[in-house]
């Protein structure tokens, strides 16, 4: 599935893209929501890669935003209420999974678009790169078991990190941050790491996308491939597996 989305006022352009791949099921979702509140012109973009099954992703499409534009501090600290959304999100899924044999989870990448200020929060191994003149800039680093810091906390809630074909979480989930995952949630938490960014004519472009593009994709060649074609649509096509293109 892909297509485009372009705000009110013109002044935004999305090529969204998803398909299934290889597995019988599909496990990620995108969210694309757009708003003015208090004259300010707010869009929010998400991608959420499912594993162990789709009902953590849909259920991050189907709350995550909602919940953060209802914050009270929404428009006065957005970080904040990013943060307390994630984790509120979070336990609710987890309330309303506990009777479930299953155990799902979820990455989060999104981006939040304030009127002038980007936020860009990621929980999990979803990747966010912005093209400012002419560069790829990282807008967040993946969340590996064995990144130190993940180690370390882990480590000293009780966990272990071990090699089980991949650094793993208990030898059994390969990241360390993630919604769901309720038998892991002591030591795996929905956290998110935020990147601030001031808008202004530097900036190209915003990409959000699941890691089954950038293990493939790198980053630093992602502005000169996959970016400059004939439209939006095409663009996200070519960027699949899942993907938000995002030109302010």
Known sequence: MSGG?????????????????KRASMEDFY????????????????IFDGH???RAAEYLKEHLF???????EFMKDTKLAISETYRKT???FSDAERNSHRDDGSTASTAVLVGDHL???NVGDSRAVISKAGKAIALSEDHKPNRSDERKRIESAGGIVMWAGTWRVGGVLAMPRAFGNRLLKQFVIAEPEIQEQEINDELEFLIIASD???DVVPFPDFGQEGNYGDSLRANADYNSKETLDVFP
């Open 31 to 46: 969210d694309i929501k757009s708003s003015k509140i208090d004259d300010k012109q707010i869009s929010l973009f998400g």
């Open 52 to 54: 162990g099954g789709s």
């Open 212 to 214: 089954g593009l950038w």
């Open 66 to 72: 909602d919940n953060l534009m209802k914050h009270p």
């Open 119 to 121: 936020y860009v929060a």
């Open 5 to 21: 989305w372009k705000s009110v006022d013109g002044s935004l352009n999305c090529g969204y893209s998803s398909f299934r791949g």
């Open 90 to 92: 979070d336990s609710e």
